[in-house]
């Protein structure tokens, strides 16, 4: 069966730094993009960023560049969302997924349960 799971979410002050995890088993990470989400309470869920099967990367959201990071250890069949210089707005649920297709502009297929990031002063 596939299955995501986050890991690494927590308390942390402005401008600190979290590093998500995202484990995957059940297929073969390989072949997939991965995409992570995050959703605010009271706010619709939104996209983060996405690295394709061939590692390329899309940001989904501007308010995130230049701060946050993903990458992927298909060995390990792990993907990682590296965030920088955390900024109170960045509170929320995240969420990692497993497209259809190969590509960032593919449908949204599997998902993680979510890991709570709350940032604070």
């Known amino acids: 069966q596939v299955q995501l799971v986050e890991s690494g979410g927590g308390l942390v002050q402005l401008g600190g730094s979290l590093r998500l995890s995202c484990a995957a088993s059940g297929f073969t990470l390989d072949w997939y993009a991965i995409g992570w989400f995050r959703q605010a309470p009271g706010k619709e869920r939104e996209g983060v960023l996405c690295?394709?099967?061939?590692?390329?990367?899309?940001y989904y959201t501007d308010s995130v560049k230049g701060r946050f990071t993903i990458s992927r250890d298909n060995a390990k069949k792990e993907v990682y969302l590296q965030m920088n210089s955390l900024k109170a707005e960045d509170t929320a649920v995240y969420y990692c997924?497993?497209?259809?297709?190969?590509?960032?502009?593919?449908?949204?297929?599997?998902w993680g349960q979510g890991t709570q990031v709350t940032v604070s002063s």
């Open positions: 997924a497993t497209t259809v297709g190969s590509s960032c502009e593919a449908t949204y297929d599997y």
């Open positions: 690295i394709s099967s061939s590692s390329g990367t899309r």
